[in-house]
């Protein structure tokens, strides 16, 4: 036996030189019996990275920093800047007078605002006010600035599918030179064009695989998922749900980052369910009691949680409570790789 051993070492370590390893040394590794999750399960609180975050806004402009961010890296991930496995998220601040310079990159990112009174993003030419919760969204290749005309910070997380542009290795990147883009359309163009319940006779899409709506409305989210409420069942394990959605395909609105908002009414007691997907939350109202394999989470206003995957999570809320949920569904859905189970029982393949 150890002669087979010394003789199998002897072997790798003479393949070894020429880039070769045995498989079978690494079969468990190269396709686990089931997903071994590296991200922790990881809350930032707002009255923690709040205050820094305005420390930071004393210390360089948007100007100079030219994304004035922390980034929400995950414990598991040192020096990746990733908040889960495939996703980056940070908190952006802006301060009144101030503009975010224009660039564009190949990675898409997803906005979700926490406090703005006069901020505002310019997505190629055209402008969206950005309000508390509202959604807006910069389609990967796409010119984007952000400014801000109001009072007090402009806060809001930023998402982006970074992380997975960057293992496939097809990053670009350019700065535009001017601060500000040319406003070359009206506000709300893209909302009126798309986003009224109708759709140009011409079919086309601006944004390639990218939703054509850029904003998205808090407040006519909300009213949603509260009308809905009132006349239908929560579902047992999500409570009431809506996702973002792109009228063009009905598919999510960016091809590798999936987005819902939560409704959990007051006393709302979920039922586990697990999925493959790597997650976020950040809670728009309320009060989140989040059990992830046993282990409890107490989220607060503007708290944003990394949700490992394939964990049995399970919903609670003693207040009325929305989340803003993010994650790479999409992207694993088009890999033909997400699973979900909503019941131990229920099959995986
Ligand atoms: O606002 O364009 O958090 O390019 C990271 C990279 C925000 C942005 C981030 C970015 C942006």
Same mark, same amino acid.
């Given at each position: ?99 975010? =310079? *224009?660039?564009? $990159?190949?990675?898409? &990112?997803? !906005?979700?605002?926490?406090?703005? @009174? #006069? /901020? ?112 239908? =069942? *929560?579902?047992? $394990?999500?409570?009431? &749900?809506? !996702?973002?959605?792109?009228?063009? @395909? #009905? /598919? ?98």
């Amino acid at each position: 036996m150890t002669t087979d051993n010394a003789r199998r070492q002897d072997f790798y370590d003479r393949i070894e030189p020429g880039s070769l390893v045995p498989l079978w040394e690494r079969m468990k590794g190269l396709v686990p019996p089931e997903p071994t999750n590296k991200t922790h399960a990881h809350v930032w609180r707002y009255d923690e990275v709040k205050p820094l975050l305005l420390e930071a806004g004393d210390l360089l402009t948007a100007a100079e920093a030219e994304r004035r961010v922390l980034i929400f890296e995950n414990p598991a991930f040192p020096e990746t800047s990733r908040i889960n496995s495939t996703l980056y998220a940070g908190m952006q601040l802006i301060l009144p007078g101030e503009t975010a =310079p *224009a660039h564009r $990159h190949a990675a898409g &990112a997803m !906005r979700f605002i926490l406090e703005s @009174d #006069g /901020g505002y993003t310019t997505v190629n030419g055209e402008r969206a006010e950005m309000a508390r919760g509202d959604l807006v969204i910069t389609p990967g290749g796409a010119w984007h600035d952000h400014g801000h005309g109001g009072k007090g910070p402009c806060i809001w997380i930023d998402v982006l599918d970074a992380p997975l542009v960057n293992i496939f290795e097809c990053s670009f990147s350019e700065e535009l030179g001017d601060a500000a883009q040319k406003i070359t359309r009206e506000t709300g163009h893209a909302r009126a064009e798309f986003g009224s319940g109708m759709l140009p006779m011409q079919p086309y899409s601006p944004f390639g695989k990218t939703s054509p709506i850029f904003a998205y409305s808090y407040e006519r989210a909300r009213a949603a998922l509260v009308t809905l409420a009132k006349s239908s =069942p *929560a579902d047992p $394990h999500d409570g009431y &749900a809506l !996702r973002y959605a792109n009228p063009l @395909d #009905g /598919g999510w609105i960016m091809p590798t980052i999936s987005s819902w908002l939560t409704y959990l009414p007051a006393g709302f007691t979920g039922l586990p369910s697990r999925a493959t997907e790597n997650m976020g939350i950040v809670v728009a109202q309320g009060h989140l009691t989040l059990d992830l394999d046993g282990t409890r989470y107490e989220l607060g206003l503007n708290d944003v949680m990394a949700v490992p995957g394939w964990t049995w999570r399970t919903m609670s809320a003693s207040e009325d409570t929305i989340l803003f949920h993010f994650s790479d569904r999409s992207a694993q859905e088009k890999l033909g790789i997400w699973r979900r189970q909503r019941g131990r029982a229920d099959p995986i393949w």
